[in-house]
């Protein structure tokens, strides 16, 4: 998908952290933290909380989703009532994932704001967080509510269903015997015994 807005606006999303950390690095004593969830556990998290229809439907409709996108529907994107709208759409089609991508990640950014905010300083200082617009109503909303106990929760990973391990191991064992079915079938016979 990121790869499809790049090709389409000609620009990288995520500019304006790039932009962010340029700016950073020419402040003295800048303290630069990164405070989103790593990708890896929101990925893992967003996969466990879809069922397998869901998954499925949600690779097809990644796969056959060729919108095209223009640098005035990201302007538009920009406007709370049209980004509250598209929030609300895909929470419509996947509730999930919107708890995963947004809400969670809410959460979690507004607790290392807070964090941030908090430590202690030998000198004034300002605390600057750059985050996706459709992230800073739920900062606002949650700023001051979350508590470290609020963020464990945020970082486990689901283990595999048990549906999901037999469909895992199913699809190995098939792949493997697929392949050694293929070299019975390829070795010249006279090589076999």
Not at 15 to 36: H, S, W, Y
Not at 56 to 84: A, G, P, Y
Not at 165 to 171: E, F
Request: a positive charge; one cysteine or more; charged letters at 25%.
């Amino acid at each position: 998908m990121s790869a499809h807005i790049t090709r389409e606006l000609g620009m990288a999303p995520g500019g304006e952290f790039r932009r962010a950390m340029t700016e950073a690095k020419k402040i003295p004593n800048c303290i630069v933290q990164l405070g989103d969830r790593a990708i890896d556990i929101t990925m893992h998290r967003a996969i466990a909380s879809l069922s397998w229809g869901q998954t499925i439907r949600f690779i097809w409709h990644l796969l056959t989703s060729n919108q095209s996108i223009s640098v005035e529907d990201v302007e538009k994107c920009k406007q709370k009532k049209m980004l509250e709208d598209m929030l609300e759409e895909m929470a419509e089609e996947f509730p999930a994932l919107k708890r995963v991508f947004v809400v969670e990640r809410d959460m979690y950014l507004c607790h290392s704001l807070q964090v941030a905010a908090l430590q202690p300083r030998h000198e004034p200082c300002r605390i600057v967080g750059v985050v996706g617009i459709g992230h800073v109503a739920g900062i606002v909303e949650h700023w001051g509510k979350i508590q470290p106990q609020d963020i464990p929760p945020l970082l486990k990973v689901p283990p595999p269903s048990l549906s999901t391990r037999v469909i895992r191991t199913s699809v190995r064992v098939v792949f493997v015997g697929a392949l050694l079915y293929a070299g019975y079938k390829l070795i010249p016979r006279r090589w076999l015994p």
